[in-house]
């Protein structure tokens, strides 16, 4: 009884697929189901011949069901007793299902959480563009001049909850090569609870869809954008396998490309009786090229339902010969009577290459308690930066043909960075309405940065020894967290505590100057939602969160642009720690009022000085005294007429700003300004099948103040018209982004002995053609994943003036 008992609990069902002409197909869906509740029990996929088993099974009454795209469901009832093979199975072509079926094309939808923004995407008119682009469409996030950002200031990029670990410049380019066809959702966390790192301010996660049946799919997706001078490319393919025991992703994705920017600046010098001794006007043409490469790739393997283990690697590489930097300027210098008193014309050439390699394990160990998990995860990256830059410049009396003085330097600089980091994570389920969850992390950051600057004396280059230096950075952090959240009918409550210890040692070898520091501090954060009735509820939220000095912010080098531009880090950068409050009604389930109150102290900006004694403007690094912001934002998602959707945004705040003039004895200024913001996007829909769409987008951001700087007002109209085909494998779009060319700008910095205008044009105005095409099994879903890891966010390239 006992031997015969084994042999009915390891009964094998085999059989071959096949089209109508004998063809194996590949890759084909089969399910087994139970008989009596149809409820799944295993599937698998057929191989390269056609070939199919499921085994382990035990003796009983089955449902086979058997699915590929364009052929009909094979479905077939099996009394199991003993090992059957089915020999072959003949799928029949569903040429009259698919002549008349509809692919409809969901609107995006936006439902709030207890303490997130959910901008629900899949399948929508948004799913075939990049990820970045669906960004410019989601509720509050904008994006302009190479930044993201929420309610005034950076978020933080996480996908699936795993933070992504490049530099925001970075973070552009690898969103704007990955397609958005797998792309869920996206949450806006406007303040994060403490499961999230304390680091930064709002946070965006990106949650793409996940895969339910066994098979392979793939896709190859691409832009064209032609700017007023040159042409940017993104190309790129994603593929996806799926075992009963195996998930495999990956994902490659190239950006080739050059991009023209125009500066103009102008700056008036004083004495120390405040009269203007000289004003400068500078022209600034860049160009600079750039072809950044990135992979992505994770292996998943199910050892059983309760253990899985999971290896993730993300690879950014920038090369040498495809990322240059060609710049030129002229620089007039006027008298106090506005008369041309002498001028000087820069050439520059910068070469950079960036090499970032991170990868990262995880282990998910499920108990049986539902929704009980423990999960654990290990760390590493490598961080490789350098850049070489020649610098030649002359200088000219007016109306003369040649110099009267030539000065050339040379400047190498590379930064290397190794990151180390561990971390676990507890979920526990305490009743059906309540939760807990407890982790902990801890973070080691070795960092090096060299700068090495060449003075040319009769074209002889020495080392200028005052200019030159290497600096050393470690950091250690060790965090811990507590979450709690409960439901009830009408409530909702979700609270935490974050603590976080950071031991810092910093070491300048030019300065022989030793900077050790190490604080403690607590993240509080609590969330409360009251649904008042079916169509309108109120909401509460506090929040702490920090901001660490990037490690460049921290480097004391001085790195020449030209002559008389440099930028500058500062060693003792302090921490920025930031309080939020916000207070929300929504009514008739489409409107929502919030109102927002943020604190930021010793916020960390980069602020432009004028040297009035050396006639040298300073970009530095610097804690601004604090920053106050509050406002009011109003939002409503709803439908005008059918196959028309409109969200719209509306935003008035106030910014305070308290600074120290740093080339005025320190003096405490306040710059303060009411401002506005305005986004505007419509969705439309066309044909029975809605596959063709249209989506129209505004916005408006007026005047603001950001530290010492007035920024001028933007804008921005877009349109994208996109076109699906062949049961939606395949899609083409054309659009026109900043179709009037009013996302340019300018900044003013004027108060006591400082003024300075500095004038920006981009290549804002893009003509864009988009594709995608899908193969394979077109009904998985992806299980792209990204790697959690906050330190490197702080990596930042130089920036460009």
Known sequence: MFCSSLVAQDLTLSGKVVDANKLPLVYTNVVLLMD????????????????????????GNYQLKITYLGFKTYIQTINLNSNTNLNTIVLEEDTE?????????????????????????????????????????????????????????????????????????????????????????????????AKYEAEGGAVINIVTSKNIIAGYNGSVFGNYKQGFKFPKYALGTSHFFKTEKLNTYLNYNASPRKDFRHNDEFVNFFDSNNLNTSSWETDYDRIKKSSDHNLNANIDYEFNEFNSLGFSTNMLISPREDTKFNANS?????????????????????????????????????????????????????????????????????????????????????????????????ELPISDSSQLEIGTKVSSIDSESILSQFNFENGVGVEDLQNSDTFLYDEMNYAAYVSYSKDWEHWSLQTGLRAEYTDIFGYSLLNNELNKSDYLKMFPSIYILNHINENSSIYFNYKKRIYRPRYNELNPFRYYFNDNTYSTGNPNLKPQID?????????????????????????????????????????????IDHSISYGLDFTTYTKII???????????????????????????????????????????????????????????????????????????FNLNIKKTFWNNRASVNIGVEDMFNTQNYNTT???????????????????????????GNTGLKTNQRQIDLDELERLEKESDI
Do not use: C
């Open 749 to 775: 910095t004027k108060y006591l002995n400082q003024d300075v205008l500095f004038k920006s044009e981009m290549e804002n105005r893009l003509l864009v053609f988009g594709f995608n095409y899908k193969f």
């Open 642 to 716: 059918p196959r028309w959707y409109l969200y719209a945004l509306t935003s008035v705040f106030f910014d305070d700003n308290m600074f120290f003039a740093l080339e005025s004895n320190n003096q405490l200024v306040s710059n303060e300004r009411w401002s506005s913001y305005v986004q505007i996007n419509n969705y439309f829909s066309f044909l029975k099948d809605e596959s063709l769409t249209l989506d129209v987008s505004y916005n408006y951001i007026s005047p603001l103040a950001e530290g010492a700087r007035i920024i001028s007002e933007r804008s921005g």
């Open 36 to 59: 009596e509740d149809d409820t799944s029990l295993k599937g698998t996929i057929t191989d390269n011949t056609g070939f199919f088993k499921i085994d382990n099974l035990k003796s």
């Open 330 to 426: 002229i620089t007039r210098v006027l008298g106090p009577n506005m008369a041309l008193d002498s001028l000087f014309i820069t050439d520059k050439l910068s070469v950079t290459e960036v090499l970032n390699f991170a990868f990262t394990l995880d282990y998910v160990h499920k108990f049986k308690r539902e929704g009980e998990k423990l999960s654990v995860s290990a760390h590493h990256t490598n961080y490789d930066y350098s850049d070489f830059q020649n610098v030649d410049t002359g200088y000219f009396f007016p109306n003369a043909q040649t110099s009267f003085r030539d000065n050339r330097f040379q400047t190498f600089s590379s930064q290397y960075i190794k990151l180390y980091t561990g971390q676990i994570d507890y």
């Open 97 to 193: 299902e698919l002549g008349g079926v509809l692919v409809v094309a969901k609107r995006p939808t936006v439902k709030r959480l207890v303490d997130r923004l959910v901008f629900d995407v899949e399948n929508s008119t948004l799913s075939n563009n990049n990820v970045l682009d669906v960004l410019k469409f989601s509720p509050g996030v904008f994006v302009n001049d190479g930044k993201i950002t929420v309610k005034n200031s950076e978020p933080i990029i996480y996908i699936n909850d795993r933070r992504i670990h490049l530099s925001s410049s970075e973070v552009q380019q690898l969103l704007e090569g990955t397609s958005a066809a797998n792309i869920k959702s996206i949450e806006i966390i406007t303040n994060p609870p």
């Open 579 to 623: 309080d939020v409050i916000t207070l929300g009604y929504t009514f008739n389930k489409n409107y929502t009022f919030e109102l927002y109150y943020r604190y930021e102290d010793s916020r960390t900006l980069e602020i432009v000085y004028q040297d009035n004694l050396e006639n040298v403007i300073k970009y530095v690094n610097t804690n």
